[in-house]
C-alpha cells in the first residue's frame, strides 16, 4: 500500500517572539501569532500596548529587537536577515488613508502595479466596480466623500494582490452608519481576495464584527486569542471581561474551596482560605423582580440567590435601559441593563438575581 504524507501549508503570516523596547521600556513583550490565507486576525487592546509597534515591525518599517517574520513559510525578517518593506507583498491601510492628491483615481489605485498598461487599467476597473466606485475612474480624490476615499485607498493597497494586508484603525475617522457599511464591503473584498488580514484597534465591537480570531494585548504582551466567541465567554482575567462591556464586580473571601456571596455560594477550587475572588458579570446578565413587602424571589438553582437593592438612577439607552442599584447589603452599587424600556424611579426596592452561568470567578489582583 502506497503511504501517504499529508503537508499543511504554512500559515500566511507567522510571527515567533517578536520583542521590541523603546528605551527601557518592552513596548512589544514576545509576541507570537498566526495568521493563514483569507484569515482576519484582529490585534485589540487599549491605546499605548504596542499594536502599532507590532505591525510596523512586520510591515517592515521598524526593525524587532529579537524575533523573527515568516510569509508563507520563509523567513522575511529576523535581527540580521531583513527583507525590505516594498518586497514584501504587504499591504498597508491606515486611518489617513492619504492618497496623492495630484493623481486622478485611476492613477492613485494603479499606483502600485508594474505591469503593463493594459493589465493596470483592467485591474483598476475591476477594483473600482468591486468597491463601487467604478464611475469615478477618472476624477481626483478632492471631490469625493471620506468614505469613498477610504475605498479608493483600499482597491489601492489591494491592487498589487498582496499576500497580507495590516490595518491600523483604518475605519476610525469615518461616521458611524458609513464605517459599518465600508467594514462590511472591505470585510468581503479581502475575503474574496484570499488576503490575511491584520487589523489593529482598541475599539471591542470592530474586533467582534470583522475578526475571525482577536488577539487581546496588554502592556506588549498577547493575553489571550481565540474567536470573538471564545474571547467574550471564556475572558481570561477581570480586565478581558470589562474590556468588552461594563462588568459589575462582587468581591467576597474563598473558605473551603467555597466563597460565600449575597447571591449565593460559589466554587473556588484552588483557592486558599481567605484569598480574596471576584465574581464578574455583565449588566445584561443579572435580573431584576419586585419586592413583595420586603421579600424578593425564591433561591434557585440556576439564579442563585436574590439580594436587595434601591433604584439610584435609571437611563434609556436606545435598544435598553440601564438601571443603577445601590445594594442594601453592602452599599457598593450594582448596574443592571434591560432589554426595551425599564425605567423604575429614583429610591424604588427591586430585587437582583444574577446567571450563575454568566459568571466569571476570578482570584482577585488586589
Ligand atoms: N519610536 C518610538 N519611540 C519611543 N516610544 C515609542 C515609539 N513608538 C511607540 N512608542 C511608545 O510605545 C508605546 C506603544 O505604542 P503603539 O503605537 O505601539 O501603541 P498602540 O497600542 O498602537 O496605541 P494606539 O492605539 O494609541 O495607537 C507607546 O507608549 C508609545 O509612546
Given at each position: 500500500?502506497?503511504?501517504?504524507?499529508?503537508?499543511?501549508?504554512?500559515?500566511?503570516?507567522?510571527?515567533?517572539?517578536?520583542?521590541?523596547?523603546?528605551?527601557?521600556?518592552?513596548?512589544?513583550?514576545?509576541?507570537?501569532?498566526?495568521?493563514?490565507?483569507?484569515?482576519?486576525?484582529?490585534?485589540?487592546?487599549?491605546?499605548?500596548?504596542?499594536?502599532?509597534?507590532?505591525?510596523?515591525?512586520?510591515?517592515?518599517?521598524?526593525?524587532?529587537?529579537?524575533?523573527?517574520?515568516?510569509?508563507?513559510?520563509?523567513?522575511?525578517?529576523?535581527?540580521?536577515?531583513?527583507?525590505?518593506?516594498?518586497?514584501?507583498?504587504?499591504?498597508?491601510?491606515?486611518?489617513?488613508?492619504?492618497?496623492?492628491?495630484?493623481?486622478?483615481?485611476?492613477?492613485?489605485?494603479?499606483?502600485?502595479?508594474?505591469?503593463?498598461?493594459?493589465?493596470?487599467?483592467?485591474?483598476?476597473?475591476?477594483?473600482?466596480?468591486?468597491?463601487?466606485?467604478?464611475?469615478?475612474?477618472?476624477?481626483?480624490?478632492?471631490?469625493?466623500?471620506?468614505?469613498?476615499?477610504?475605498?479608493?485607498?483600499?482597491?489601492?493597497?489591494?491592487?498589487?494582490?498582496?499576500?497580507?494586508?495590516?490595518?491600523?484603525?483604518?475605519?476610525?475617522?469615518?461616521?458611524?452608519?458609513?464605517?459599518?457599511?465600508?467594514?462590511?464591503?472591505?470585510?468581503?473584498?479581502?475575503?474574496?481576495?484570499?488576503?490575511?488580514?491584520?487589523?489593529?484597534?482598541?475599539?471591542?465591537?470592530?474586533?467582534?464584527?470583522?475578526?475571525?480570531?482577536?488577539?487581546?494585548?496588554?502592556?506588549?504582551?498577547?493575553?489571550?486569542?481565540?474567536?470573538?466567541?471564545?474571547?467574550?465567554?471564556?475572558?481570561?482575567?477581570?480586565?478581558?471581561?470589562?474590556?468588552?462591556?461594563d462588568?459589575?464586580?462582587?468581591?467576597?473571601?474563598?473558605?473551603?474551596?467555597?466563597?460565600?456571596?449575597?447571591?449565593?455560594?460559589?466554587?473556588?477550587?484552588?483557592?486558599?482560605?481567605?484569598?480574596?475572588?471576584?465574581?464578574?458579570?455583565r449588566p445584561q446578565?443579572l435580573?431584576?423582580?419586585?419586592?413583595?413587602?420586603?421579600?424578593?424571589?425564591?433561591?434557585?438553582?440556576?439564579?442563585?440567590?436574590?439580594?436587595?437593592?434601591?433604584?439610584?438612577?435609571?437611563?434609556?439607552?436606545?435598544?435598553?435601559?440601564?438601571?443603577?442599584?445601590?445594594?442594601?447589603?453592602?452599599?457598593?452599587?450594582?448596574k443592571v441593563t434591560?432589554?426595551?424600556?425599564?425605567?423604575?424611579?429614583?429610591?424604588?426596592?427591586?430585587?437582583?438575581?444574577?446567571?450563575?452561568?454568566?459568571?466569571?470567578?476570578?482570584?482577585?489582583?488586589?
Open positions: 500500500m502506497q503511504s501517504q504524507t499529508q503537508t499543511t501549508p504554512p500559515p500566511r503570516l507567522e510571527v515567533r517572539h517578536l520583542r521590541r523596547a523603546f528605551g527601557d521600556r518592552q513596548v512589544v513583550d514576545d509576541v507570537s501569532l498566526t495568521i493563514q490565507p483569507g484569515q482576519v486576525l484582529c490585534l485589540l487592546g487599549p491605546s499605548g500596548c504596542g499594536k502599532s509597534t507590532t505591525l510596523r515591525m512586520i510591515a517592515g518599517v521598524d526593525m524587532q529587537d529579537s524575533g523573527e517574520i515568516y510569509v508563507d513559510g520563509k523567513l522575511i525578517c529576523d535581527t540580521v536577515f531583513r527583507i525590505p518593506p516594498e518586497r514584501r507583498h504587504i499591504g498597508l491601510m491606515f486611518q489617513d488613508f492619504a492618497l496623492f492628491p495630484h493623481l486622478s483615481v485611476a492613477d492613485n489605485v494603479a499606483f502600485g502595479l508594474k505591469t503593463s498598461k493594459d493589465e493596470k487599467r483592467a485591474r483598476v476597473e475591476a477594483l473600482l466596480a468591486k468597491v463601487n466606485l467604478g464611475w469615478a475612474i477618472d476624477e481626483f480624490p478632492h471631490v469625493l466623500s471620506g468614505g469613498e476615499q477610504q475605498r479608493i485607498a483600499l482597491a489601492r493597497a489591494l491592487a498589487p494582490r498582496p499576500r497580507i494586508m495590516l490595518m491600523d484603525e483604518p475605519f476610525s475617522g469615518l461616521d458611524n452608519r458609513l464605517r459599518d457599511e465600508i467594514r462590511d464591503q472591505t470585510l468581503s473584498l479581502l475575503k474574496e481576495e484570499d488576503t490575511a488580514v491584520m487589523l489593529v484597534t482598541h475599539e471591542p465591537e470592530e474586533a467582534m464584527r470583522m475578526a475571525d480570531e482577536i488577539a487581546l494585548m496588554r502592556h506588549g504582551k498577547i493575553v489571550q486569542q481565540g474567536a470573538p466567541y471564545n474571547i467574550y465567554n471564556a475572558p481570561v482575567d477581570r480586565e478581558a471581561v470589562g474590556f468588552f462591556s462588568i459589575n464586580v462582587i468581591r467576597g473571601v474563598s473558605k473551603g474551596a467555597l466563597t460565600d456571596t449575597p447571591f449565593g455560594q460559589f466554587l473556588t477550587p484552588g483557592l486558599a482560605d481567605g484569598a480574596k475572588v471576584d465574581i464578574v458579570i446578565h435580573k431584576l423582580d419586585f419586592d413583595r413587602d420586603g421579600k424578593g424571589p425564591l433561591p434557585t438553582a440556576s439564579d442563585g440567590v436574590a439580594a436587595r437593592g434601591i433604584v439610584k438612577r435609571a437611563r434609556f439607552m436606545g435598544n435598553e435601559s440601564l438601571v443603577e442599584f445601590r445594594m442594601d447589603y453592602d452599599g457598593s452599587e450594582l434591560v432589554p426595551n424600556v425599564f425605567l423604575p424611579g429614583e429610591g424604588t426596592p427591586l430585587w437582583l438575581t444574577i446567571r450563575r452561568d454568566r459568571c466569571f470567578v476570578f482570584p482577585a489582583k488586589d
